[in-house]
């Protein structure tokens, strides 16, 4: 598997509440600010509708990927490259 960039990425999760509320609960709840996750991670897949990141590699013996995380793009807020020194990850 080819991997991508290394990227920053702000992005609005989804939340939900399973308990019992009342409706002044409720009204309180959904005026609540959104759930923004700050992530950084490298682009393993990216299709029209979602992006797909990894937050940890061992490429020194078995190719290995952890901390994957499907994110829908219209989730996301803000999208940075980050710039690493050449060959400081082998891929």
């Known amino acids: ?3 991508g ?7 609005i999760d989804a939340c939900s509440n399973s308990g019992w509320m ?3 609960e409720v009204c309180q709840w959904i005026s609540k600010r959104d759930w923004i ?4 991670g490298w682009v393993l897949h990216e299709t029209k509708t979602h ?7 061992e490429t020194d013996t078995n190719h290995l990927y952890g901390q994957l995380q499907k994110i829908p793009k219209p989730w996301i807020v803000k999208r ?12």
């Open 51 to 57: 992006l797909i990141l990894c937050g940890r590699l």
């Open 1 to 3: 598997m080819k991997l």
């Open 37 to 40: 996750v700050r992530q950084v």
């Open 22 to 24: 009342s409706e002044e």
């Open 5 to 11: 960039a290394l990227i920053y990425v702000e992005w």
């Open 80 to 91: 940075y490259a980050i710039r690493l020194p050449k060959g400081m990850v082998r891929k």
